[in-house]
């Protein structure tokens, strides 16, 4: 998510799953309007180091947590992340299993992160098996997206 664009995410949605950095935190703290519950952010986590993803290393979760935690505006609720699709069946599993050893350790600290949003339509169902609570399956209920001709 753009900073530039946080002010009609906090004004518009109850949630946002790609915060990544401080500045965004900030951003969306104070443009989130008073008379709305807080706003529920998962910190996006670029578990596989990609250069083509957005996401924190997950060495800054803890930081981002923290700061998410101190804006009265924003409800830390979990973490996300898009792992990348290895054709090896246990090199997607340890990418998964990392995001729930992650997770948990946040959620120790942090008792309102209770969601791990993680897998897709083509790796859902291992997605499922390592923790998460929240899938991304759009293609699998709508299709594949209209290529542009």
Not at 52 to 62: F, I, L
Not at 123 to 137: N, S
């Amino acid at each position: 998510l753009q900073s530039n664009k946080a002010e009609a995410v906090a004004s518009h949605f109850d949630w946002v799953q790609s915060v990544d950095r401080p500045k965004l935190v900030a951003a969306l703290a104070a443009q989130r309007p008073a008379d709305l519950p807080p706003l529920n952010v998962l910190i996006q986590v670029n578990i596989d180091d990609e250069d083509s993803k957005h996401g924190c290393t997950p060495d800054a979760v803890q930081a981002l947590a923290e700061a998410i935690a101190a804006e009265p505006r924003l409800r830390l609720r979990g973490l996300m992340a898009i792992p990348a699709p290895w054709p090896d069946a246990a090199r997607r599993a340890q990418a998964f299993e990392n995001m729930r050893a992650l997770w948990l350790s946040l959620a120790h600290q942090h008792p309102h992160a209770d969601t791990l949003s993680m897998g897709m339509s083509g790796d859902y169902p291992e997605a499922i098996a390592h923790g998460a609570t929240m899938v991304r399956i759009g293609t699998a209920l709508f299709g594949a997206r209209p290529r542009p001709a």
